[in-house]
């Protein structure tokens, strides 16, 4: 903002209650702190553009913020700015204020008014496009499948416009019992983005809306622009209801677009996206219970031809040979165990024969067959030695017969006798 040369002081001293200002001196006052402010260039959309005199009078809105401002255009400075300015053009102005001493108002004198350059907007959209791709908002693996069949259907548009005739008809021509939820918001103008925004996040909470549809009937390029919106663009991306934009505008496609989970390239397209065609489902249905049926019907006839050519076989026409040949077999495993079983028993016997011989050749009864005699003495042990037996002592004598009672008598008498 430059600024113009300061004004001067004023005498008048500041006021009391004893000594207030006349208001033409608290006029002039404002006036001059006001015209201290000099020239400014500012942006903004036009609001309001009424002519009167040959003078233009309006109201310049900014672009974001809600915040109005009033503006004139004398005659002297309307012959030098475009022609074709009106009411919701996007321009940069050249303005003033002033204030008017005699009626008390503010306004903004205009010296030059401009229609912001296209290039201007597609560089702030390309950058802000940049700037949300980077952010991975458009990224491909962020977008979500549409429903089949959803339960209910959010439609954000214009109200009575040609967009939700569109949708409404060509969603009931294809599925007649299809559920919507509508809510009407501007499509153009300073109120677009507000009410979108407010609109995407109703239908967002609404648990029984199950796909979001955003239409409007295509436009200028600069009607479009509500839709670049950063604040509404990071709205739709922040929903976790898929969102279809069906903005109709093939050339300089907004960012709703971009940030959608599904563009349509026309609300009817939208339509046809979303719901799904009865009669093209119905189509379907039979033809796939048609595959389904023949290739049932293929697979059982495969397998009686497979069954067929098993029961042709050799070892399923006759079972008996199985038999027979098992019997054959079964009678040469008999034969054999016997004869093994017969051999272990001879080799055994004999075994047992000789064991029993050696048995008989080394006990104590052989050697009494033999004449031999066991003596033992009272207690039952073994007489080894005469003098483990001194005269008189009784003994048991026994011999392969039987065992006899015997009295022993001394190594001596027996000699001598």
Do not use: C
Request: no cysteine; proline share 5%.
């Amino acid at each position: 903002m430059t600024e113009t040369a300061s004004a001067p002081s004023m005498e008048v001293g500041p006021p009391t209650a004893d000594a207030p200002w006349p208001v033409a001196t608290l006029s002039s006052k404002i006036r001059g702190w006001i015209e201290r402010l000099g020239t400014a260039w500012v942006e903004g959309e036009i609001t309001q553009w009424g002519i009167s005199g040959g003078n233009v009078y309006g109201k310049l809105k900014d672009l974001n913020e809600d915040a109005t401002i009033s503006f004139t255009i004398w005659s002297s400075v309307r012959g030098r700015i475009p022609a074709d300015l009106k009411q919701g053009d996007r321009v940069i102005v050249l303005i003033k204020p002033n204030y008017w001493v005699k009626g008390g108002t503010l306004t903004m004198q205009v010296y030059d008014m401009r229609h912001v350059g296209l290039g201007d907007l597609l560089e702030r959209l390309e950058r802000l496009r940049q700037q949300l791709t980077a952010e991975g908002l458009f990224a491909p693996e962020r977008k979500r499948p549409l429903p089949f069949l959803p339960h209910r259907i959010g439609l954000i548009t214009g109200k009575d416009s040609d967009a939700e005739k569109d949708v409404l008809r060509n969603a009931q021509l294809r599925w007649p019992q299809v559920n919507f939820r509508t809510i009407h918001t501007a499509v153009q103008g300073d109120r677009t983005v507000a009410d979108v925004t407010a609109a995407i996040r109703t239908l967002d909470a609404d648990p029984e809306v199950e796909v979001i549809i955003i239409a409007r009937g295509g436009g200028d390029f600069q009607n479009l622009l509500g839709f670049s919106d950063e604040i509404l663009v990071r709205a739709a991306a922040a929903a976790t209801t898929p969102i279809v934009s069906a903005i109709g505008h093939e050339a300089d496609r907004p960012l709703l677009d971009e940030v959608a989970d599904l563009r349509a390239s026309t609300p009817t397209d939208a339509a046809k996206r979303v719901v799904p065609d009865v009669a093209e489902e119905m189509v379907r249905v039979h033809q796939a219970r048609a595959r389904i049926g023949m290739r049932l019907t293929h697979l059982i006839s495969a397998e009686i031809d497979r069954i067929g050519h098993l029961r042709s076989r050799p070892s399923l026409a006759s079972s008996s040979w199985i038999v027979d040949t098992r019997a054959e077999e079964l009678t040469r495993f008999v034969s054999r165990g016997a004869e093994l079983v017969e051999r272990a028993i001879d080799r055994e016997a004999n075994r047992t024969a000789e064991l029993r011989g050696q048995l008989r050749a080394l006990s104590p009864q052989g050697t009494l067959d033999r004449g031999y005699a066991i003596v033992q003495l009272p207690g039952g042990a073994v007489l080894r030695s005469p003098d483990e037996a001194p005269h008189g002592t009784r003994l048991t004598v026994t011999v392969a017969g039987g065992a006899l009672g015997a009295v022993s008598d001394s190594a001596a008498d027996q000699i001598d006798k």
